[in-house]
Protein backbone atom coordinates (compact mmCIF):
# COMPACT_ATOMS: atom_id res chain seq x y z
CA UNK A 1 0.00 0.00 0.00
CA UNK A 2 1.45 3.46 -0.52
CA UNK A 3 -1.13 5.39 1.40
CA UNK A 4 1.68 7.73 2.71
CA UNK A 5 1.63 9.29 -0.72
CA UNK A 6 -2.06 9.82 -0.24
CA UNK A 7 -3.29 13.44 0.64
CA UNK A 8 -4.34 13.33 4.19
CA UNK A 9 -7.96 14.61 3.24
CA UNK A 10 -8.46 11.92 0.75
CA UNK A 11 -6.82 9.25 3.19
CA UNK A 12 -9.43 10.25 5.89
CA UNK A 13 -12.36 10.18 3.64
CA UNK A 14 -11.64 6.74 2.62
CA UNK A 15 -11.26 5.51 5.81
CA UNK A 16 -14.50 6.72 6.48
CA UNK A 17 -16.06 4.97 3.65
CA UNK A 18 -14.76 1.81 4.97
CA UNK A 19 -15.47 2.67 8.44
CA UNK A 20 -19.35 3.53 6.93
CA UNK A 21 -19.31 0.58 4.75
CA UNK A 22 -17.63 -2.13 7.79
CA UNK A 23 -20.62 -1.22 9.82
CA UNK A 24 -23.17 -1.45 6.98
CA UNK A 25 -22.15 -4.76 6.75
CA UNK A 26 -21.69 -5.93 10.08
CA UNK A 27 -25.51 -4.97 10.53
CA UNK A 28 -26.35 -6.92 7.87
CA UNK A 29 -24.66 -9.82 8.95
CA UNK A 30 -25.94 -9.81 12.52
CA UNK A 31 -29.63 -8.93 10.76
CA UNK A 32 -29.25 -12.39 8.32
CA UNK A 33 -28.51 -14.32 11.81
CA UNK A 34 -31.37 -13.27 13.48
CA UNK A 35 -34.15 -13.74 10.14
CA UNK A 36 -32.01 -17.63 9.99
CA UNK A 37 -33.10 -18.04 13.59
CA UNK A 38 -36.24 -16.72 12.73
CA UNK A 39 -36.65 -18.88 9.82
CA UNK A 40 -35.36 -21.96 12.21
CA UNK A 41 -38.03 -21.07 14.81
CA UNK A 42 -40.88 -21.18 11.69
CA UNK A 43 -39.84 -24.64 10.86
CA UNK A 44 -39.68 -26.21 13.94
CA UNK A 45 -43.16 -24.21 15.30
CA UNK A 46 -45.22 -23.24 12.54
CA UNK A 47 -46.76 -20.11 10.87
CA UNK A 48 -49.05 -19.99 13.54
CA UNK A 49 -46.64 -19.53 16.42
CA UNK A 50 -44.05 -17.81 14.63
CA UNK A 51 -44.25 -17.22 11.01
CA UNK A 52 -41.29 -17.03 8.51
CA UNK A 53 -39.43 -13.64 7.84
CA UNK A 54 -40.79 -13.44 4.43
CA UNK A 55 -44.32 -13.97 5.10
CA UNK A 56 -43.80 -10.97 7.76
CA UNK A 57 -42.55 -8.76 5.26
CA UNK A 58 -45.42 -10.20 2.67
CA UNK A 59 -47.88 -9.13 5.54
CA UNK A 60 -46.24 -5.66 5.92
CA UNK A 61 -46.50 -4.88 1.85
CA UNK A 62 -49.95 -6.01 2.37
CA UNK A 63 -50.34 -3.48 5.21
CA UNK A 64 -48.64 -0.94 2.89
CA UNK A 65 -50.69 -1.40 -0.09
CA UNK A 66 -54.22 -0.90 1.91
CA UNK A 67 -52.94 2.40 3.19
CA UNK A 68 -53.06 0.90 6.47
CA UNK A 69 -49.43 1.18 7.81
CA UNK A 70 -48.82 4.67 6.53
CA UNK A 71 -51.32 6.69 8.85
CA UNK A 72 -50.59 4.25 11.93
CA UNK A 73 -47.12 4.87 11.57
CA UNK A 74 -47.92 8.75 11.78
CA UNK A 75 -49.63 8.36 14.33
CA UNK A 76 -47.78 7.16 16.53
CA UNK A 77 -44.93 9.04 15.06
CA UNK A 78 -46.79 11.77 16.53
CA UNK A 79 -47.74 10.39 19.57
CA UNK A 80 -44.05 8.99 21.03
CA UNK A 81 -42.33 12.70 19.26
CA UNK A 82 -44.69 14.76 20.80
CA UNK A 83 -44.31 13.19 24.04
CA UNK A 84 -40.65 13.40 23.44
CA UNK A 85 -40.51 17.17 22.62
CA UNK A 86 -42.52 17.83 25.64
CA UNK A 87 -40.78 15.58 27.95
CA UNK A 88 -37.26 17.08 26.84
CA UNK A 89 -38.47 20.92 27.21
CA UNK A 90 -39.53 20.20 30.36
CA UNK A 91 -37.21 18.01 31.53
CA UNK A 92 -34.46 20.08 30.60
CA UNK A 93 -35.79 23.31 32.55
CA UNK A 94 -36.81 21.41 35.65
CA UNK A 95 -33.23 19.56 35.73
CA UNK A 96 -31.29 22.07 35.34
CA UNK A 97 -33.09 24.24 38.02
CA UNK A 98 -32.40 21.07 40.20
CA UNK A 99 -28.99 21.09 39.22
CA UNK A 100 -28.47 24.55 39.90
CA UNK A 101 -30.32 25.12 43.03
CA UNK A 102 -29.62 23.22 46.48
CA UNK A 103 -32.83 22.91 47.79
CA UNK A 104 -34.54 22.60 44.33
CA UNK A 105 -32.47 19.58 43.87
CA UNK A 106 -33.16 17.81 47.09
CA UNK A 107 -37.03 19.03 46.58
CA UNK A 108 -37.10 17.39 42.87
CA UNK A 109 -34.49 14.63 43.84
CA UNK A 110 -36.88 12.30 45.87
CA UNK A 111 -39.89 13.06 43.05
CA UNK A 112 -38.04 11.67 40.16
CA UNK A 113 -37.27 8.24 42.54
CA UNK A 114 -40.96 8.01 42.96
CA UNK A 115 -41.92 8.32 39.29
CA UNK A 116 -38.88 6.35 37.99
CA UNK A 117 -40.14 3.62 40.35
CA UNK A 118 -43.60 3.36 39.00
CA UNK A 119 -44.40 1.13 36.33
CA UNK A 120 -44.84 2.26 32.97
CA UNK A 121 -47.89 0.18 32.52
CA UNK A 122 -49.25 1.78 35.52
CA UNK A 123 -49.16 5.00 33.85
CA UNK A 124 -51.04 3.26 31.04
CA UNK A 125 -53.80 2.60 33.03
CA UNK A 126 -54.43 5.62 34.91
CA UNK A 127 -53.99 7.37 31.26
CA UNK A 128 -56.61 5.68 29.93
CA UNK A 129 -58.96 6.31 33.00
CA UNK A 130 -58.29 9.97 32.98
CA UNK A 131 -57.73 10.77 29.41
CA UNK A 132 -60.27 8.00 27.79
CA UNK A 133 -61.31 9.01 24.20
CA UNK A 134 -59.24 11.73 24.19
CA UNK A 135 -56.70 10.16 22.27
CA UNK A 136 -54.05 11.93 24.63
CA UNK A 137 -53.63 8.61 26.63
CA UNK A 138 -50.16 7.73 25.07
CA UNK A 139 -48.92 11.26 24.72
CA UNK A 140 -49.49 11.47 28.60
CA UNK A 141 -47.93 8.01 29.25
CA UNK A 142 -44.75 8.92 27.11
CA UNK A 143 -44.17 12.02 29.11
CA UNK A 144 -44.72 10.90 32.39
CA UNK A 145 -42.16 7.83 32.13
CA UNK A 146 -39.68 9.94 30.14
CA UNK A 147 -39.92 12.47 32.12
CA UNK A 148 -37.79 11.26 35.34
CA UNK A 149 -34.69 10.23 32.53
CA UNK A 150 -34.61 13.80 31.11
CA UNK A 151 -34.32 15.28 34.34
CA UNK A 152 -31.77 12.98 35.98
CA UNK A 153 -29.80 14.06 33.24
CA UNK A 154 -29.99 17.81 32.92
CA UNK A 155 -29.94 17.91 37.34
CA UNK A 156 -26.43 15.75 36.47
CA UNK A 157 -24.90 18.16 33.90
CA UNK A 158 -26.42 21.31 35.75
CA UNK A 159 -24.48 20.10 38.78
CA UNK A 160 -21.21 19.18 37.25
CA UNK A 161 -20.66 22.42 35.81
CA UNK A 162 -16.98 23.33 36.49
CA UNK A 163 -16.34 25.72 38.46
CA UNK A 164 -12.54 25.92 37.44
CA UNK A 165 -13.75 27.08 33.59
CA UNK A 166 -16.13 29.38 35.16
CA UNK A 167 -13.53 30.96 36.88
CA UNK A 168 -11.35 31.10 33.53
CA UNK A 169 -14.25 32.40 32.00
CA UNK A 170 -14.85 35.21 34.32
CA UNK A 171 -11.41 35.60 34.47
CA UNK A 172 -11.17 36.54 30.38
CA UNK A 173 -14.78 38.95 31.11
CA UNK A 174 -16.65 36.81 29.00
CA UNK A 175 -20.10 38.00 28.39
CA UNK A 176 -22.75 36.08 29.47
CA UNK A 177 -23.93 34.81 26.02
CA UNK A 178 -19.99 33.45 25.66
CA UNK A 179 -20.50 31.82 28.78
CA UNK A 180 -23.40 29.81 27.57
CA UNK A 181 -22.47 28.92 24.20
CA UNK A 182 -19.19 27.88 24.88
CA UNK A 183 -18.96 26.88 28.65
CA UNK A 184 -22.64 25.64 29.73
CA UNK A 185 -24.86 24.55 26.44
CA UNK A 186 -21.95 22.11 25.55
CA UNK A 187 -21.60 20.61 28.94
CA UNK A 188 -25.16 20.30 29.76
CA UNK A 189 -25.30 19.11 25.93
CA UNK A 190 -22.91 16.01 26.91
CA UNK A 191 -25.15 14.60 30.06
CA UNK A 192 -28.54 15.53 28.41
CA UNK A 193 -28.06 13.98 24.87
CA UNK A 194 -27.22 10.57 26.23
CA UNK A 195 -30.28 11.04 28.15
CA UNK A 196 -32.18 12.17 25.18
CA UNK A 197 -31.30 9.15 23.30
CA UNK A 198 -32.76 6.75 26.55
CA UNK A 199 -35.98 9.12 26.21
CA UNK A 200 -36.38 9.11 22.33
CA UNK A 201 -36.63 4.85 22.62
CA UNK A 202 -38.93 4.58 25.62
CA UNK A 203 -40.74 6.99 24.21
CA UNK A 204 -41.53 5.08 21.07
CA UNK A 205 -42.19 2.08 22.99
CA UNK A 206 -44.49 3.71 25.28
CA UNK A 207 -46.50 5.06 22.69
CA UNK A 208 -47.47 1.75 21.19
CA UNK A 209 -48.06 0.21 24.48
CA UNK A 210 -50.64 2.49 25.38
CA UNK A 211 -52.27 2.52 21.79
CA UNK A 212 -52.40 -1.52 22.54
CA UNK A 213 -54.13 -0.97 25.41
CA UNK A 214 -56.34 2.04 24.90
CA UNK A 215 -57.10 1.36 21.22
CA UNK A 216 -56.28 4.66 20.04
CA UNK A 217 -54.63 5.16 16.10
CA UNK A 218 -51.22 3.74 15.39
CA UNK A 219 -48.70 0.71 15.50
CA UNK A 220 -50.84 -0.47 18.65
CA UNK A 221 -54.05 -0.52 17.68
CA UNK A 222 -53.05 -2.39 14.29
CA UNK A 223 -50.94 -5.03 16.59
CA UNK A 224 -54.32 -5.21 19.21
CA UNK A 225 -56.80 -6.04 15.98
CA UNK A 226 -53.90 -8.10 14.60
CA UNK A 227 -54.26 -10.17 18.50
CA UNK A 228 -58.02 -10.35 18.16
CA UNK A 229 -57.66 -11.88 14.53
CA UNK A 230 -55.05 -14.14 15.43
CA UNK A 231 -52.81 -12.85 12.16
CA UNK A 232 -49.43 -13.78 13.58
CA UNK A 233 -47.65 -12.53 10.65
CA UNK A 234 -49.48 -9.45 10.66
CA UNK A 235 -48.55 -8.58 14.51
CA UNK A 236 -44.78 -9.86 13.38
CA UNK A 237 -45.53 -7.07 10.69
CA UNK A 238 -46.81 -4.37 12.74
CA UNK A 239 -43.30 -5.35 15.34
CA UNK A 240 -41.31 -4.94 11.97
CA UNK A 241 -42.39 -1.63 11.35
CA UNK A 242 -42.38 0.44 14.73
CA UNK A 243 -38.65 -1.52 15.12
CA UNK A 244 -37.81 0.58 11.50
CA UNK A 245 -39.03 3.55 12.12
CA UNK A 246 -37.40 3.99 15.83
CA UNK A 247 -33.81 1.90 14.48
CA UNK A 248 -34.02 4.28 11.17
CA UNK A 249 -34.55 7.57 13.93
CA UNK A 250 -32.00 6.43 16.02
CA UNK A 251 -29.36 5.65 12.91
CA UNK A 252 -30.23 8.63 10.73
CA UNK A 253 -30.90 11.43 13.19
CA UNK A 254 -29.34 10.50 16.87
CA UNK A 255 -26.28 8.74 16.02
CA UNK A 256 -25.21 11.56 13.27
CA UNK A 257 -26.29 14.37 15.24
CA UNK A 258 -23.98 12.92 18.19
CA UNK A 259 -21.33 12.78 16.12
CA UNK A 260 -21.81 16.72 14.48
CA UNK A 261 -22.70 17.67 18.04
CA UNK A 262 -19.61 16.13 20.09
CA UNK A 263 -16.48 15.66 18.11
CA UNK A 264 -14.56 16.41 20.63
CA UNK A 265 -15.39 12.73 22.63
CA UNK A 266 -13.43 11.19 19.57
CA UNK A 267 -12.47 7.63 20.36
CA UNK A 268 -9.42 7.79 22.67
CA UNK A 269 -7.65 5.21 20.18
CA UNK A 270 -7.23 8.17 18.52
CA UNK A 271 -5.65 10.58 21.45
CA UNK A 272 -1.92 11.16 20.04
CA UNK A 273 0.79 8.91 21.93
CA UNK A 274 2.14 12.22 23.59
CA UNK A 275 5.67 12.48 23.29
CA UNK A 276 6.44 16.36 22.07
CA UNK A 277 5.85 19.37 24.34
CA UNK B 1 15.21 48.77 35.98
CA UNK B 2 15.63 45.73 34.81
CA UNK B 3 17.18 45.22 31.47
CA UNK B 4 15.06 42.28 29.31
CA UNK B 5 15.39 41.73 25.66
CA UNK B 6 13.17 43.94 23.79
CA UNK B 7 11.98 45.88 26.63
CA UNK B 8 12.59 49.56 27.25
CA UNK B 9 14.41 49.43 30.20
CA UNK B 10 13.29 52.82 31.40
CA UNK B 11 9.38 52.04 31.21
CA UNK B 12 8.80 52.05 34.63
CA UNK B 13 10.68 55.49 35.20
CA UNK B 14 9.12 57.11 32.35
CA UNK B 15 5.50 56.37 33.08
CA UNK B 16 4.70 58.23 36.84
CA UNK B 17 1.26 57.03 37.03
CA UNK B 18 -0.39 54.20 39.05
CA UNK B 19 1.06 50.50 39.11
CA UNK B 20 -0.50 48.14 37.04
CA UNK B 21 -1.41 46.42 39.78
CA UNK B 22 -1.33 47.07 43.65
CA UNK B 23 -2.97 45.19 46.94
CA UNK B 24 -3.20 48.19 49.65
CA UNK B 25 -4.26 46.84 52.97
CA UNK B 26 -6.05 44.10 51.49
CA UNK B 27 -7.15 41.10 54.08
CA UNK B 28 -9.61 38.11 53.16
CA UNK B 29 -11.25 36.23 55.11
CA UNK B 30 -12.62 32.55 54.39
CA UNK B 31 -14.46 30.35 56.67
CA UNK B 32 -13.60 32.65 59.62
CA UNK B 33 -10.39 32.33 58.86
CA UNK B 34 -7.80 35.26 57.75
CA UNK B 35 -6.09 34.09 54.53
CA UNK B 36 -4.50 37.49 53.79
CA UNK B 37 -3.57 40.42 56.90
CA UNK B 38 -3.22 44.04 55.76
CA UNK B 39 -0.87 43.27 52.95
CA UNK B 40 0.04 45.77 50.67
CA UNK B 41 2.43 45.23 47.69
CA UNK B 42 2.92 47.23 44.35
CA UNK B 43 3.78 45.51 41.21
CA UNK B 44 5.43 48.20 39.17
CA UNK B 45 5.00 48.24 35.17
CA UNK B 46 7.22 45.69 33.03
CA UNK B 47 9.14 43.03 34.28
CA UNK B 48 7.77 39.67 36.30
CA UNK B 49 6.88 39.60 39.34
CA UNK B 50 7.15 36.46 41.07
CA UNK B 51 4.97 36.15 44.41
CA UNK B 52 6.78 32.96 46.04
CA UNK B 53 5.54 31.45 49.52
CA UNK B 54 5.06 27.94 51.14
CA UNK B 55 2.20 26.13 50.32
CA UNK B 56 -1.25 27.79 51.84
CA UNK B 57 0.38 31.29 52.89
CA UNK B 58 -2.27 33.13 50.79
CA UNK B 59 -0.43 33.53 47.12
CA UNK B 60 -3.17 31.94 44.98
CA UNK B 61 -6.12 34.25 46.84
CA UNK B 62 -3.59 37.20 46.17
CA UNK B 63 -3.77 36.62 42.35
CA UNK B 64 -7.40 35.67 42.52
CA UNK B 65 -8.37 39.30 43.89
CA UNK B 66 -6.16 40.69 41.19
CA UNK B 67 -8.23 38.70 38.55
CA UNK B 68 -11.39 39.72 40.21
CA UNK B 69 -12.52 36.02 40.96
CA UNK B 70 -12.64 37.29 44.74
CA UNK B 71 -13.31 40.54 46.95
CA UNK B 72 -11.33 41.73 49.65
CA UNK B 73 -12.99 41.20 52.93
CA UNK B 74 -10.98 44.78 53.63
CA UNK B 75 -8.84 46.50 51.72
CA UNK B 76 -8.44 47.77 48.01
CA UNK B 77 -7.12 45.82 45.27
CA UNK B 78 -6.24 48.77 42.30
CA UNK B 79 -6.04 47.42 38.93
CA UNK B 80 -4.93 49.90 36.16
CA UNK B 81 -4.17 47.68 34.06
CA UNK B 82 -6.22 47.67 30.85
CA UNK B 83 -6.17 44.46 30.10
CA UNK B 84 -5.32 41.41 32.45
CA UNK B 85 -4.92 37.57 31.25
CA UNK B 86 -4.48 34.56 33.42
CA UNK B 87 -3.03 31.37 33.52
CA UNK B 88 -3.40 28.51 35.86
CA UNK B 89 -2.03 25.61 36.97
CA UNK B 90 -4.06 23.73 35.02
CA UNK B 91 -4.32 24.74 31.37
CA UNK B 92 -8.56 25.16 31.86
CA UNK B 93 -9.35 24.74 28.36
CA UNK B 94 -12.73 23.97 27.00
CA UNK B 95 -12.64 20.02 26.33
CA UNK B 96 -15.26 20.62 23.40
CA UNK B 97 -13.44 23.35 21.73
CA UNK B 98 -10.55 22.97 19.41
CA UNK B 99 -6.76 24.36 20.20
CA UNK B 100 -7.74 27.34 17.71
CA UNK B 101 -10.27 28.00 19.06
CA UNK B 102 -9.50 27.47 22.93
CA UNK B 103 -6.83 30.23 22.12
CA UNK B 104 -9.07 32.30 20.62
CA UNK B 105 -11.32 32.73 23.89
CA UNK B 106 -10.26 35.78 24.98
CA UNK B 107 -10.68 37.82 22.08
CA UNK B 108 -13.83 35.80 21.38
CA UNK B 109 -14.96 37.42 25.13
CA UNK B 110 -13.65 40.80 23.22
CA UNK B 111 -16.14 40.58 20.29
CA UNK B 112 -13.32 39.78 17.56
CA UNK B 113 -14.88 38.64 14.76
CA UNK B 114 -14.31 35.10 14.17
CA UNK B 115 -11.83 34.59 11.33
CA UNK B 116 -9.95 37.71 12.88
CA UNK B 117 -10.13 35.87 16.28
CA UNK B 118 -8.97 32.21 15.15
CA UNK B 119 -6.25 32.94 12.07
CA UNK B 120 -4.50 35.37 15.39
CA UNK B 121 -5.02 32.38 17.51
CA UNK B 122 -3.02 29.81 15.10
CA UNK B 123 -0.54 32.22 14.19
CA UNK B 124 0.14 32.46 18.29
CA UNK B 125 -0.42 29.04 18.63
CA UNK B 126 2.25 28.09 15.85
CA UNK B 127 4.80 30.95 17.32
CA UNK B 128 4.67 29.23 20.63
CA UNK B 129 5.91 26.02 19.23
CA UNK B 130 2.57 24.03 18.17
CA UNK B 131 2.55 22.64 14.99
CA UNK B 132 0.00 24.01 12.29
CA UNK B 133 -2.12 20.96 12.80
CA UNK B 134 -2.28 20.71 16.20
CA UNK B 135 -4.54 23.82 15.99
CA UNK B 136 -7.41 21.57 15.20
CA UNK B 137 -6.58 19.16 17.86
CA UNK B 138 -9.24 18.86 20.77
CA UNK B 139 -7.16 19.44 24.58
CA UNK B 140 -7.81 15.54 25.35
CA UNK B 141 -5.34 14.96 22.30
CA UNK B 142 -2.71 17.02 23.17
CA UNK B 143 0.36 16.32 25.82
CA UNK B 144 -0.27 18.92 28.99
CA UNK B 145 3.13 20.84 27.96
CA UNK B 146 0.80 21.33 24.65
CA UNK B 147 -2.21 22.25 26.82
CA UNK B 148 -0.30 24.93 28.56
CA UNK B 149 1.03 26.26 25.67
CA UNK B 150 -2.42 26.44 24.42
CA UNK B 151 -3.48 27.91 27.89
CA UNK B 152 -0.67 30.85 27.22
CA UNK B 153 -1.82 31.67 24.01
CA UNK B 154 -4.93 32.28 25.22
CA UNK B 155 -3.49 34.49 27.70
CA UNK B 156 -1.51 36.01 25.01
CA UNK B 157 -3.55 36.67 22.25
CA UNK B 158 -5.64 39.78 24.19
CA UNK B 159 -2.46 41.34 24.19
CA UNK B 160 -2.74 42.09 27.87
CA UNK B 161 -0.95 44.89 29.94
CA UNK B 162 -1.22 42.25 33.04
CA UNK B 163 -0.66 39.13 32.80
CA UNK B 164 -1.41 36.54 36.11
CA UNK B 165 0.40 33.43 35.91
CA UNK B 166 -0.74 31.14 38.45
CA UNK B 167 1.85 27.96 39.03
CA UNK B 168 1.44 27.88 35.34
CA UNK B 169 4.47 25.08 35.10
CA UNK B 170 3.92 22.53 38.39
CA UNK B 171 2.03 19.93 36.52
CA UNK B 172 4.86 19.75 34.42
CA UNK B 173 7.94 17.53 34.28
CA UNK B 174 11.56 18.90 34.86
CA UNK B 175 12.47 19.00 31.31
CA UNK B 176 9.39 20.50 30.02
CA UNK B 177 9.17 23.20 32.67
CA UNK B 178 12.29 24.47 31.76
CA UNK B 179 10.93 24.98 28.50
CA UNK B 180 7.90 26.34 29.24
CA UNK B 181 9.68 28.53 31.39
CA UNK B 182 12.00 30.18 28.79
CA UNK B 183 8.89 30.47 26.04
CA UNK B 184 6.88 32.72 29.12
CA UNK B 185 10.50 34.39 30.12
CA UNK B 186 10.60 35.07 26.28
CA UNK B 187 7.04 35.68 25.17
CA UNK B 188 6.34 38.26 28.70
CA UNK B 189 9.98 40.12 27.73
CA UNK B 190 9.24 40.33 23.66
CA UNK B 191 5.35 42.09 24.68
CA UNK B 192 6.96 43.95 28.02
CA UNK B 193 3.61 42.43 29.77
CA UNK B 194 4.01 43.09 33.71
CA UNK B 195 3.69 39.70 34.56
CA UNK B 196 2.70 38.64 38.38
CA UNK B 197 3.81 35.10 38.29
CA UNK B 198 2.89 32.86 41.87
CA UNK B 199 5.24 29.62 42.43
CA UNK B 200 6.33 27.73 45.78
CA UNK B 201 9.68 27.24 44.60
CA UNK B 202 12.30 29.54 45.05
CA UNK B 203 14.29 28.37 42.26
CA UNK B 204 11.56 28.98 39.38
CA UNK B 205 10.95 32.64 41.10
CA UNK B 206 14.77 33.03 40.69
CA UNK B 207 14.40 31.43 37.00
CA UNK B 208 11.57 33.00 35.74
CA UNK B 209 11.25 36.86 37.61
CA UNK B 210 13.02 39.83 38.25
CA UNK B 211 11.47 40.80 41.49
CA UNK B 212 10.93 38.36 44.18
CA UNK B 213 8.41 38.98 47.15
CA UNK B 214 8.39 36.09 49.58
CA UNK B 215 5.22 35.71 51.33
CA UNK B 216 5.12 34.42 54.62
CA UNK B 217 1.62 31.72 55.82
CA UNK B 218 -0.61 32.18 58.73
CA UNK B 219 -2.27 34.92 57.76
CA UNK B 220 -0.32 35.31 54.81
CA UNK B 221 1.63 38.18 54.29
CA UNK B 222 4.68 40.05 52.32
CA UNK B 223 8.07 38.77 54.15
CA UNK B 224 10.34 40.43 51.81
CA UNK B 225 10.99 41.83 48.68
CA UNK B 226 13.68 41.30 46.71
CA UNK B 227 14.62 43.35 43.67
CA UNK B 228 16.35 42.37 40.57
CA UNK B 229 19.80 42.80 41.96
CA UNK B 230 22.86 42.40 39.60
CA UNK B 231 21.86 39.59 37.74
CA UNK B 232 20.13 40.66 34.41
CA UNK B 233 17.71 38.61 32.95
CA UNK B 234 19.50 37.52 30.38
CA UNK B 235 21.97 35.39 32.57
CA UNK B 236 19.49 33.38 33.93
CA UNK B 237 22.00 30.40 33.93
CA UNK B 238 21.85 27.97 36.43
CA UNK B 239 24.77 29.33 38.78
CA UNK B 240 23.10 32.81 38.36
CA UNK B 241 19.90 31.09 39.80
CA UNK B 242 21.91 29.63 42.45
CA UNK B 243 23.15 32.67 43.56
CA UNK B 244 20.25 34.43 43.33
CA UNK B 245 18.66 31.65 45.46
CA UNK B 246 21.34 31.48 48.16
CA UNK B 247 21.41 35.00 48.62
CA UNK B 248 17.77 34.99 49.27
CA UNK B 249 17.57 32.18 51.73
CA UNK B 250 19.82 34.14 53.85
CA UNK B 251 17.75 36.68 54.41
CA UNK B 252 16.31 36.23 57.76
CA UNK B 253 12.50 36.76 57.03
CA UNK B 254 12.68 34.31 53.67
CA UNK B 255 14.12 31.31 55.75
CA UNK B 256 11.61 31.70 58.44
CA UNK B 257 8.85 32.05 55.62
CA UNK B 258 10.01 28.44 54.53
CA UNK B 259 10.92 26.82 57.77
CA UNK B 260 7.67 27.44 58.98
CA UNK B 261 6.28 25.51 55.38
CA UNK B 262 8.79 23.20 55.64
CA UNK B 263 7.27 20.04 54.03
CA UNK B 264 6.14 21.63 51.13
CA UNK B 265 8.43 24.40 51.07
CA UNK B 266 10.80 22.74 48.36
CA UNK B 267 9.78 20.27 45.67
Not at chain 1, 16 to 32: D, E, H, M, P
Amino acid sequence: MHLGRVPPRVAKAGRQTIAFLWRGWSVLVSLCLLAAVWQAGHEVYGTLVLPAPMETLAALARLVERGVAGPAALATARDALGGFALASLVGILVGSVGGLSVTAGRLIEPLVRVFLGIPAIAWVVLALIWFAGSGMAAVFTVVVTTLPVVVIGAMQGARTLDADLGDMARAFRAPLRVRLVDLYLPHMLSYVFPALATAMGLSWKLAVMAQVLGGTAGIGEGLALARVNVDTAQAMAWIVLALVMLLSLEGLVMDPLRRRLEPWRAPRSRRDAGGGP
Amino acid sequence: MTVMPGHRPTAASDSPGAPPLAWRGVSFLAGGRAILEDLTLEVPAGGVLALVGPSGCGKTTLLNLAAGLLRPSAGQVAVTARRVASMFQDARLLPWRRARQNAAFGLRCLGVPRHARLDAAQALLESLGLAAEDGDKFPHQLSGGMRQRVALARALAIEPDLLLLDEPFSALDAVLRRDLQDLVRAAVAERAVTTVFVTHDLFEAARVSDRIAVMAGGPGRVAHVAGPGATTLQDHDDDAVMARVRALRAHPAVAAAFRAGRPEARP
